[in-house]
């Protein structure tokens, strides 16, 4: 299933090209210059030449350490002093906590009771030896993260970075798909994946500025087509906590920054489902050697299964992250 | 166990620098140049610099293809016509395989009958539509491989190439070190894995050519240290078929002419226990994504785990592949 997008607005969109540019240079010597992979076989299945740009091989082991590093260089001192605030059980608490470490500053992140042991040590990890900084649990079944981040913030002079609807963020990550057309030149398309659409957004600025003819495809979880159907309708659509293995894209609605620019740089958004993400994941540690998580197997599985056809073409595949649980990793690996 | 290499010998070796030069011509543009990958966390537990040369991002996915590529491509034009034979259950029939296909002459593989079906089906998809190619299985219970093989080469005029005791191979493996040291800068200790030692002679021969003072180290499973045993006894030692996860060091001995390169420029040769090649293989998936093979591990395993220490020092490891069975390295990640 796959939706056109009209073109339908002329407001000015959140962010600009020189935004990204500025990010770029935030980042540089600080973020990865990450590799692009080539894969004969992936060509030879696609009929196209396939770019892969690995963020899974990303500071943190993912992309969003972009936009969070950029959003935090940004703070004004008395900003820095006070630190900053974000809830995630994902890669975005990760990246923030790196972030503020690297920049002097206190981090709290607001994560859920339950998540995974790997995920709350790998944060306080990142915390370590920073001042001001901790973990701050909550239970999800009774709680309400947004309150209490706010809460919190509040309380201790915080400022709160989530982790797509904001400009530094949306900035940021779109730095990944400036890196990659700078590498190899133009591309006819660009797949990126989707959850709340700071990275989809983000590249679509980045690419269609590097070249215009590009087209810009979204890959959303099938179980979770929020935004397939917010192109559709005009509007954000919201819809529950989808259930799928991608769970850096189970968010329940795009953001108000971030949908106006899918509406106009986006070509079109597809779906592939959770047995399509399993097979481009044994693809990518069989035929390429490399560790990606269900969400960053959302863009190679819409290609690689022919979900959107490639032939004769210069193909650009954000791969977003890497970050899995070694057992769930291995789980979904054996199949069983 | 560490065993101090005597330099007891001044006869001439049977590869130079200028050989390594020549390789690295002739695999221009053919050969990946693979990348060199950092990990802070490695840096952090070791105390040393850490620079990850990835061969398992190498074409077929393991290193194997530099010297099977360097041999063949030096092939008289009366030896290509004839084409290559080699005996191999491994990566190195992989390498001929698909070396022969981009010279476009035919290549026999001779595999035990038990071979894996992926290893099977992966060296015939390399001899695709490459006339007089083909695999020759035997049964490794009754019938002697090498003789197979001579006997097949000497029917069809083909020439054998051994897996590691050849100039010409040896000289493409040496490329490995020879690309690291020129992208990272002199390094203080170069860690290679070692099985019959055509990767490490290789490897030794370039680094000593590009930084005389580099300590080379070979890293052998603990349960095959036939090349430790030989170091001491100063001469080539034949062992049984060892019991170890990295299949690529089963060897029973080393070469006669690695052998030499080894006791001259190698600084020693240790090793490490299955143990820690998996939880080498963890921290690669873990910690920086990527695939490796248990064969693969050995170099990284000896550092990471304090059997060379490196605080302070700035350190080469070879990755020498990732080709391993899906299943079997979901099982090895899983623990179970």
Redesign the interface.
């Known amino acids: 299933m796959t939706t056109k997008t009209p073109e339908n607005t002329r407001l000015p969109l959140a962010i600009s090209a020189e935004d990204i540019t500025a990010a770029r240079e935030r980042l540089r010597g600080v973020a990865h210059q990450t590799?692009v992979?080539h894969s004969s076989t992936a060509d030879r299945i696609t009929g196209g030449q396939l770019f892969f740009k690995c963020e899974?091989?990303q500071r943190m082991?993912a992309f969003k350490f972009r936009g969070a590093y950029n959003a935090l260089a940004r703070f004004s001192p008395e900003q820095a002093r006070c630190g900053v605030i974000a809830f995630s059980s994902g890669n975005h608490a990760q990246a923030i906590a790196l972030s503020a470490r690297l920049l002097g500053m206190p981090s709290v992140l607001v994560m859920p009771q339950d998540s995974p042991a790997a995920k709350l040590a790998a944060t306080r990890e990142y915390q370590q030896g920073q001042p001001r900084s901790e973990v701050v649990l909550y239970d999800r079944y009774t709680e309400d993260r947004e309150a209490l981040g706010r809460r919190l913030a509040q309380e201790r002079g915080m400022t709160l970075i989530p982790p797509y609807d904001h400009v530094d963020v949306m900035a940021g990550q779109g730095t990944a798909a400036a890196e990659l057309i700078d590498e190899v030149g133009p591309l006819d398309r660009l797949l990126v994946c989707l959850g709340g659409g700071g990275l989809l957004a983000g590249c679509a600025v980045a690419a269609r500025a590097q070249c215009p003819e590009v087209q810009v495809v979204g890959v959303e979880p099938l179980a979770g087509n929020d935004v397939q159907q917010s192109l559709a309708l005009g509007h954000i659509v919201h819809i529950d906590t989808p259930k799928t293995l991608a769970d850096g894209a189970q968010t329940q609605h795009c953001g108000e920054l971030t949908f106006p620019v899918i509406q106009r740089l986006v070509s079109e958004v597809v779906t592939v489902t959770d047995e399509q993400l399993v097979k481009a994941m044994?693809f990518f540690?069989?035929r390429?050697?490399?560790?990606?998580e269900p969400t960053g197997c959302l863009a190679a599985a819409a290609v690689l299964e022919g979900v959107v056809p490639v032939r004769g073409e210069r193909v650009g595949v954000i791969i977003s992250g890497?970050n899995v649980d070694?057992?769930r990793?291995?789980?979904l690996?054996?199949g069983t």
């Open positions: 590799p992979m899974n091989f082991g044994r540690a069989e390429m050697k490399m560790v990606v890497g070694l057992q990793y291995a789980t690996l054996a």
